[in-house]
């Protein structure tokens, strides 16, 4: 139990163009999902966390306009990178948990995004 | 502010066994978790400890001292398997977890 998938798992794209990555929880219901991005032998970066129904909430120094993400139902958000630029090219990892306190993320298998 | 302090690195030999700490400062706390993490993929969960502890699963155990922001992760009969980073990630009080750059472990036969 506690699957959760993402698509595609991987993206190369031309500078300039909108790239989505969805999330899915497969076997559960997700209260919330989280939105990461990892560089290269760095920690993870936490970009965003969403309630389904409601706006994300973006964590300091992420452009929500640029970086928009949808939570429409308890089983998918989606990740979109507008404009997309070669710095933009990262392994964006989603994460969902069923419940506020206490509750483990699971996570997705990642999207590696490259941008030309 | 918030910070985790983990080895960088360790290296250790197949079947043996390894001890990664982490100590950790956080705004509120909410029990903290160990990941595993694969070169090109996302985390794994291994534990969570919320009260002060050794917890045991299989071969890997996890232990926390709340009054010290002190937690380690102890592997037993290491495989080359094994030969990932570990993250240790407590959660604060908006349970919101902490993430570190981790420790990369490698296991050498």
């Known amino acids: 139990g506690a699957v959760v998938s993402q698509h595609p798992s991987w993206v190369i794209c031309k500078s300039g163009t909108s790239v989505k990555i969805e999330c899915r929880s497969l076997?559960?219901?997700?209260?919330?999902m989280f939105w990461y991005r990892q560089f290269p032998k760095q920690s993870l970066m936490l970009m965003a966390t969403s309630n389904e129904g409601s706006k994300a909430t973006y964590e300091q120094g992420v452009e929500k306009d640029k970086f928009l993400i949808n939570h429409a139902s308890l089983t998918l958000s989606t990740l979109t990178v507008t404009s997309a630029h070669p710095e933009d090219s990262s392994f964006y990892i989603c994460?969902?948990?069923?419940?506020?306190?206490?509750?483990?993320?699971?996570f997705g298998p990642g999207t590696r995004l490259t941008v030309l | 502010g918030q910070n985790i302090d983990q080895p960088t690195e360790m290296t250790a030999t197949e079947g043996a066994i390894v001890q990664i700490n982490c100590t950790y400062q956080?705004?509120?706390?909410?029990?903290l978790f160990w990941y595993q993490q694969h070169a090109g993929e996302a985390p794994t969960f291994l534990s969570y400890?919320?009260l002060d502890g050794l917890e045991e699963k299989g071969r890997f155990s996890s232990f926390l001292s709340r009054s010290k922001g002190y937690s380690y992760l102890l592997l037993k009969e290491l495989q080359m398997k094994d030969s990932a980073s570990y993250l240790c990630a407590p959660m604060d009080s908006n349970y919101q977890l902490i993430w570190g750059a981790g420790t990369k472990l490698i296991i050498k036969p």
């Open positions: 956080t705004s509120g706390f909410n029990g």
């Open positions: 076997d559960f219901q997700a209260t919330t």
């Open positions: 400890n919320v």
């Open positions: 994460s969902a948990s069923v419940g506020r306190e206490n509750n483990e993320q699971f």
